[in-house]
């Protein structure tokens, strides 16, 4: 099945029975079928071609990942985005910063970098929010200390001031 809009082209295709791959193209613009015995759509093939860097991408992000177990999808889209946002982020970051580490590509040092560059300035933000307006002066008075008391969990024959608590 193909579906073509103004913008991009979905193909649904079946490989094997009870396999369905959904592709969606906006490179391809015509419902091409390729002239081999299979008679795959070319956008398949396009794919068939490209996916090494796909694959790749998906081995150099599982090294260092945010992601977590979830049953909610868009969890897992989001934390796919983060994933490949901070890989793009580490390799535009190389080109323009070569003298940055030479000789090495350590991501993960990078990584901490950058979590510390976007998390600094939120945390700065909230400790002068949580700061009062006016500062509350302190107790000029000494506060009596409080006297020891009997044990209120003991039974009243046992004459113990501190006693084991269950709970």
Not at 131 to 150: G, I, Y
Request: proline share 7%; glycine share 4%; aromatic share 6%.
């Amino acid at each position: 099945m193909l579906v073509y809009t103004g913008t991009a082209t979905v193909v649904s295709y079946l490989p094997k029975k009870n396999k369905n791959m959904v592709l969606l193209s906006t490179l391809h613009t015509e419902a091409e079928i390729s002239d081999c015995q299979d008679r795959r759509p070319v956008i398949i093939l396009d794919y068939n071609c490209n996916k090494g860097g796909v694959d790749n991408l998906d081995k150099v992000i599982g090294t260092y990942s945010c992601r977590r177990m979830t049953v909610h999808w868009p969890l897992v889209i989001f934390h796919n985005i983060i994933d490949v946002s901070s890989y793009n982020t580490f390799v535009i970051w190389r080109e323009i910063n070569p003298s940055w580490m030479p000789g090495k590509r350590n991501k993960r040092v990078f990584l901490e970098q950058l979590a510390k560059a976007l998390v600094t300035p939120v945390i700065e933000r909230a400790r002068v929010r949580d700061q009062p307006e006016h500062p509350v002066p302190l107790a000029t008075s000494p506060v009596a200390p409080s006297k020891r008391k009997r044990c209120q969990m003991c039974p009243r024959g046992v004459h113990r001031v501190r006693g084991q608590q269950e709970g």
